[in-house]
């Protein structure tokens, strides 16, 4: 068989190669390079990459066999996460790799253009000796104002107390509690920018932060103040910036993220008083480590079926050992009723019964969810994309769970209803050393036959001769019978009949044992991988 492609879109720290080990075929692109990349994702199970790679909509839709897009760092702007979800992709990334670098940065940023660090280099470079022109402020006493009091605005703080400065933060999503642990004071933003020595922004780019800092804004602040971004290019206007800096009202600015990248013609080049970088706020040998790691980690992970703790588009997280044997269970049993369904799914509960139904089983819903869709519908259908699929069809998902659970460890009972109000119950345990799939109940009909590939499934009347009735009629069909339980309804005359036979049956073949043995219900239920 061969082996799932790892396509590398950026330069990622080697380590990244050994942690995705060697069950893949790793490719390189540049992914900067928009043919290149469109030409090179088409057969990609997996995308790795950093900032510089646009998986946009268009990408993802070129890319035929992509099940996992990861993002070696933070942000995710370069990531059409809504584009990926519909087609079923993982989107993953790095969360804290790169913090502690990007938080450093940020000192750096505020030291620099405390003490004018950039021009100092460059003019004395030039051969200049120039003390006095460059004589900076210190941070001791000043107040920094922290606007995104989250993962980096939060270690900003921690690094900024150390020089000894008051802070205040700015951030509309985050609890006082919160904030006094990090012993920040929190203000609203014309207050922050009132008080402020130093003003450093910490949030995403979204509607509301780009451009968040502007002209009004270097008009509110205090006179002098430098303003520095290690976020995203943009939350702070850089026109209205160089503009600010150049008029004397802001004292100075460091910027690492720009609205375009690389800049293009930007005013702030020229101004002595502004400290720049190329995006380096991760370009550390360890966050690039760490980022590497821990999305070719998640990447082993999605492409072996499972969930993965920093993936950002699908409920997942850390799944108990106890639970994992149910994950495959739940998705075939799903299966089992999309067989059974004859029409519209139109409302589906997922019942966890016994002693795992203290942990969180949610990745059980997923999985029957996956299941029930997987038959159905032509595109990829994933962890990711299966709660969507139900939204769209209107259809009600609920889950329950309790810990009683009579003849077994733990069963799972998935229930649906379809659009002809039709009911269907179907259960299932997984048993034993070896985790045989074991079919428990169906419709109402306790029963305990393994949950083979393919199965058939017969009501009917109960009454003398009829399993010999139905045997000779599969027999005239030529199928083998691996296996059979009968269940004698407990409430009136039927009985259900479950076979395992050796290889899948067609409709039509189904449909006329069934008429020998005159079914009232009967189904063909194929759980082939295929
Ligand atoms: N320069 C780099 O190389 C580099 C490296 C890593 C991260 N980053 C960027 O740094 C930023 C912060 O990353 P993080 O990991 O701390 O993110 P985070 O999600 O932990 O924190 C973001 C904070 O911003 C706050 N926020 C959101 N909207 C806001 C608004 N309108 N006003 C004020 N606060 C608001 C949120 O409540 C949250 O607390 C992101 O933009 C990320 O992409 C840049
Ligand atoms: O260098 C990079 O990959 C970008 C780093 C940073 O902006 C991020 O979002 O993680």
Known sequence: ????????????????????????????????????????????DAILVRSATQVDAEAIAAAKKLQVIARAGVGLDNVDVPAATSAGVMVVNAPTSNITSAAELTMAHILGSARYFGAGNTSLKAGEWNRKKYT????????????G?????????????????????????????????????????????????????????????????????????????RFINVARGGIIDEEALAEAVAAGEVGGAGIDVWSTEPPEHSALMELDAVNVTPHLGASTAEAQEKAGVAVAKSVRKA??????????????????????????????????????????????KVEVNGEIADKDVSVLKLSALKGLFRDVVSDQVSYVNAPLLAEERGIGVELVTDPYCESFRNVTRLTATTSEGQRISVSGTVTGPKLVQKLTEVNGFDLEIEL???????????????????????????????????????????????????????????????????????????????
């Open 452 to 530: 083979t590939d393919n199965l058939l499934i017969f009501r009917y009347e109960d009454r003398p001769g009829i399993i010999g009735q139905l045997g000779q009629a599969l027999g005239a069909n030529e199928i083998n019978i691996a296996g059979m339980q009968v269940s004698p309804s407990a409430t009136d005359n039927d009985a259900l009949s479950v076979l395992a036979v050796d290889s899948a049956v067609s409709e039509e073949v189904v449909k006329a044992v069934a008429g020998a043995v005159n079914a009232s219900a009967f189904s063909g239920v194929s759980l082939n991988e295929d």
């Open 136 to 147: 900076g402020v210190e941070l001791y006493e000043k107040t920094l104002g922290i606007v």
């Open 303 to 348: 492409l072996a079926g499972e969930l993965v703790p920093d993936a950002v588009n699908v409920a997942g997280g850390a799944i108990h050992e106890d639970v994992r044997p149910g994950i495959p269970l739940a998705e075939r049993l799903g299966r089992v009723v999309n067989s059974l369904a004859d029409s519209s799914v139109t409302h589906f």
């Open 149 to 225: 009091l989250g993962r980096i605005g939060g270690l900003v703080a921690e690094r900024a107390k150390a020089f000894g400065m008051r802070l205040v933060g700015y951030d509309p999503y985050i609890t006082q509690a919160r904030a006094a642990q990090m012993g920040v004071e929190v203000v609203d933003l014309p207050g922050l920018l009132a008080v402020s020595d130093f003003v450093t922004v910490h949030m995403p780019k979204t509607p509301e932060t780009t451009g968040m800092i502007s002209t009004e804004e270097f008009k509110a602040a205090k006179p002098g103040a």
């Open 1 to 44: 068989m061969p082996k799932p492609i790892v396509l590398i879109a950026e330069i990622l720290s080697p380590a990244t190669i050994d942690a995705l080990g060697g069950d893949f075929e790793i490719r390189q692109t540049e992914g900067a390079d928009r043919s290149q990349l469109l030409n090179d994702i088409v057969d990609a």
